[in-house]
């Protein structure tokens, strides 16, 4: 059985689009994209996360870009593991934070 375990990827919105959609509550400017991911439970604390977003983070970097937010709840444990990755919070929202790094 084969089971997908991260789900991982970034994406560049244009104020435009922002401004049309509303969707986007990570958007800072037009050359800073936001990052997402999950990953299942039970692969969490074994190093594969960071591996990827690292990796993802230098080709999001090659590609000429100099940072990247996301978006994570205040309670996420995640928010923690962001902060390790070098992440810093650059917006406080009711119950997010949004955070950016320099690549």
Known sequence: TKVIILILWWRNFQLEYWRTFQLVSTYINDTIPELCMSLLKDF?????????????????????????SLSVS????????????????YKEQKEDYIMIVDL
């Not at 969490?44 to 990247?68: A, V």
């Open 74 to 89: 205040k309670d996420n444990y995640a928010a923690g593991w962001y902060r390790k990755l070098g992440f810093k919070v």
């Open 44 to 68: 969490r604390n074994q190093g594969l996360g960071s591996l990827l977003i690292k990796r993802m983070l230098d080709d999001i970097k090659s590609l000429g870009y100099r940072h990247i």
